[in-house]
C-alpha cells in the first residue's frame, strides 16, 4: 500500500547519541517519507522541499525510540486497568517508539487469534506494539504453549510473566525449543516457597511495618536455576526484572563463562529502596502521614536495599545487565487504596521510566550514551526479531526517534498521565530528564512545547 506524503522533519543541532552506530556528536538528521534519510554534521534547508518541518535541537539529546520489552498493556481482559491504546499514548509520552506487551491478559496470549487481536488493536495506535506469548498453556505452568503457532503469529519472546515457570522440566523443554526458533524465553524467577505472603523485601522496614517479607534469594535462587539450564540447553535465557545483587553478580558471572543469558533492569530498582515503603518518599525519618505506609511502592519484584541499586546500576554500566525495561504495570485505583496485603503489585512506569533512570546518570555511575544504549539497542539485542531496524539511526531505516532533555527536572503528576494507572510512589517528586519529542515512522507522535522552545532558543 503506498504512505501518503509525510512531511519531511528536519531535526537540527541536537546531540545525537546512536549507540547502535557508535556515533555521539552534534549532527541534523533528516526524515523523508519516515525513513531517516541522512545524518551529518550539517544538513542546510534551502536544497530541501518547502514542506520541511524544522525541529531546533539544541540542548536536547536525539537518538533512536526507546524499545521497552517488558510492558503490561491489560488488553484483552483488564481494560480498566489500561488499554493497548492508553499504554501506547503514555509510551510514547515517555519516549518509547516500540512497546512488548506481557501476556497475563484475559485470555492469556497463548494462541494466534489474541496475537492477531493485539496486532488489530494496536493498529492505530502511536507506538509499535509486539506480542509476548506466554510458555504455557493459559500461564498455568503445566503444558508449553505452541510456541511455533506463536511465533508464526509474530511474537517476539515468550513468558509467563506476573508468574515463574515453575517447573524446572518445562522450562528446560522451553529453553530447549527458544534455542531451536531463536526466540527469548523471559522468566519472572520467584521462588515462592521462599516467600509465603511476601509482599515487600524482607528487612528492617518488613519489620518495621510488620509486614511479611520477600527475601533476595526467592529470586536468586531461580536465577541460579535458568542460568545452569541456559548452559544445559544453549537455550535463549532472558531474566526479566532482576533486582538484586545476588542476581546481578550471577549474570555477570554466567556471561563471563559464555552462557546464553540477558537480563533487564526496570526503573524503579535503579532508584528506589523499600525504604520508600515507609510513604516519606524514602526518607526513612519521614512519617507516612495518615498512613503506615504507601501501597504504590508494592511491586514484585520488591524495592531493595542501597546495596542492590548500586549493584543493578553497576550491571547497567558494565553490561551484566543489558536493558532497562519497566515492567509498566497500571493498575485501578482501588486496587492500591487498602492494606499492602491486599495491593496489587505494579507500578505505572512508562512515563516516568526516563526520568528515573537518569538518575544513575545523573550520579556519575552510568554515561548518557550507556543510558541510550540500555534503552535502545541493548533491548532490541536481547529479542532480535527484526526490532534492531526501529534501534539505529541508520539511513533507510524507519524513522522512531526520541528527542530529550536530560537535565530537565519536572514533577511527576499522575493527574496528567496517559497511562489510566496512576499507580507510582513518584507523584511529587522531582525527576530529572524529560521527553521533548517522539517520532514514530517519521510521524510526530508527541511533543512537549516548552522543551521545543528551550531548545529554539539555545
Ligand atoms: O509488580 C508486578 N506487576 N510484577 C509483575 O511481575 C507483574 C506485574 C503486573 O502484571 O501487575
Not at 534551502?46 to 518541518?53: E, M, S, T
Not at 539497542?377 to 526517534?401: E, K, M, Y
Request: with cysteine; aromatic share 4%; net charge negative.
Amino acid at each position: 500500500m503506498a504512505r501518503p506524503h509525510q512531511q519531511p522533519i528536519l531535526i537540527n543541532g541536537g546531540r545525537v547519541i546512536d549507540p547502535a552506530n557508535g556515533r555521539d556528536g552534534v549532527f541534523d538528521v533528516l526524515i523523508v517519507d519516515g525513513a531517516i534519510k541522512a545524518v551529518e554534521r550539517s544538513i542546510p534547508t534551502d536544497g530541501l522541499d518547502g514542506d520541511v518541518r524544522v525541529i531546533q535541537a539544541g540542548g536536547l539529546v536525539a537518538s533512536p525510540g526507546f524499545i521497552d520489552i517488558h510492558a503490561h498493556l491489560r488488553e484483552p481482559g483488564y481494560e480498566y486497568k489500561e488499554t493497548i491504546a492508553t499504554g501506547a499514548e503514555a509510551a510514547v509520552r515517555g519516549g518509547f517508539t516500540t512497546i512488548c506487551a506481557m501476556p497475563n491478559t484475559d485470555p492469556a496470549i497463548d494462541n494466534a487469534a489474541v496475537v492477531d487481536y493485539i496486532a488489530n488493536r494496536a493498529a492505530t495506535v502511536p507506538a509499535r506494539v509486539r506480542a509476548i506469548g506466554c510458555v504455557t498453556k493459559g500461564r498455568k505452568g503445566r503444558e508449553l504453549a505452541d510456541m511455533e503457532e506463536l511465533i508464526t503469529a509474530g511474537v517476539v519472546a515468550f513468558s509467563d510473566d506476573g508468574d515463574p515457570v515453575y517447573d524446572a522440566g518445562l522450562m528446560r523443554l522451553a529453553l530447549t525449543y527458544s534455542r531451536d526458533l531463536g526466540v527469548p524465553v523471559s522468566n519472572h524467577c520467584e521462588d515462592h516457597e521462599l516467600c509465603p505472603g511476601g509482599v515487600m523485601a524482607e528487612g528492617w522496614v518488613s519489620s518495621r511495618l510488620g509486614l511479611a517479607g520477600i527475601p533476595a534469594v526467592a529470586e536468586e535462587a531461580m536465577v541460579a536455576r535458568d542460568i545452569s539450564l541456559a548452559q544445559l540447553t544453549g537455550g535463549r535465557l532472558h531474566l526479566a526484572h532482576l533486582s538484586s545483587a545476588g542476581s546481578v553478580a550471577m549474570v555477570r558471572q554466567a556471561k563471563e563463562r559464555g552462557i546464553p543469558v540477558t537480563a533487564e533492569v526496570c526503573p524503579h530498582h535503579l532508584m528506589l529502596t523499600d525504604a520508600w515503603a515507609l510513604g516519606g518518599k524514602g526518607d526513612p525519618n519521614v512519617a507516612a502521614g495518615p498512613f503506615a505506609y504507601d501501597t504504590h511502592t508494592k511491586v514484585y519484584p520488591p524495592l531493595r536495599t542501597d546495596t542492590d541499586v548500586a549493584a543493578c546500576v553497576a550491571g547497567l554500566a558494565d553490561g551484566a545487565i543489558d536493558c532497562v525495561a519497566t515492567d509498566h504495570a497500571p493498575h485501578e485505583r482501588v486496587s492500591k487504596e487498602c492494606t499492602y496485603h491486599e495491593a496489587a503489585f505494579g507500578i505505572s512506569a512508562l512515563e516516568t521510566a526516563l526520568g528515573t533512570a537518569m538518575t544513575a546518570v545523573h550520579s556519575g555511575a552510568v554515561s548518557l550514551p550507556t543510558m541510550v544504549a540500555r534503552l535502545t539497542a541493548g533491548p532490541a539485542r536481547v529479542l532480535g526479531n527484526g526490532l534492531s531496524q526501529f534501534a539505529s539511526l541508520t539511513p533507510g531505516t524507519p524513522a522512531d526517534l526520541a528527542l530529550f532533555d536530560p537535565d530537565a527536572t519536572w514533577t511527576v503528576d499522575v493527574s496528567k498521565f496517559a497511562s489510566m494507572g496512576r499507580n507510582t510512589p513518584l507523584n511529587g517528586v522531582e525527576l530529572r530528564g524529560r521527553v521533548a519529542v517522539t517520532i514514530v515512522g517519521g510521524r510526530v507522535v508527541f511533543e512537549e512545547p516548552a522543551l521545543l522552545n528551550k531548545g529554539d532558543a539555545a
